[in-house]
């Protein structure tokens, strides 16, 4: 639950080591918040955790996280880079945007990045429900073969969007997708 009346007035975080998870919508609101030290130990971040944190460009996700939340950057719309440790078993990160570790899944495009067309990598099989939820500056992406599931609301509202080709080895598109 939301901790802090004003979440407007916090600009940096400090996750003190033994803190193993961030819940849902923790930080959902913390407009200005432009710093956070994730520490070493911490598990899982809730979903929309970060929502809404406009002022954000970055952040880096220790080896420890085995678990992250839906959408958990929701509305993040300065955060241009996601930086996952090498070593982490679940997740890793390529030029800024969230995969699964063997990058069979693609998390989460980041909102800053200034990019007006992006290519999945081959060997991405999934796109991850609100993957581009709200992108307004990409014009096209190019889904590879191999593609069988693009998720929930993954391209809704983005309001650049102008091409998008779907590939026949897509099998599964789901609600608002």
Known sequence: QPWYSNRSDITSVV??????SIGSLAFYECSNLTSITI??????????????????TSITIPSSVTSIGVNV???????????VDSNN???????????NKDKTTLIYYPLGKNDSSY?????????????????SKLTSVTIPSGVSSIGEMAFRECSGLTSV??????????YNA
């Open 15 to 20: 996750i003190e080591p033994g803190v193993t």
């Open 165 to 174: 080709i779907v590939p026949s080895s897509v099998t599964s598109i789901e």
């Open 89 to 99: 078993s679940s997740f890793c990160s390529e030029s800024g945007v969230l995969f």
């Open 119 to 135: 290519t999945i990598p081959d060997g991405v099989t999934v796109i991850e429900q609100y993957a581009f939820y709200c992108n």
């Open 73 to 83: 950057f929701y509305n993040c719309t300065g955060l241009t880079d996601i930086t």
């Open 39 to 56: 520490p070493s130990g911490l598990t899982s971040i809730g979903e929309q955790a970060f929502g809404n944190c406009t002022g954000l």
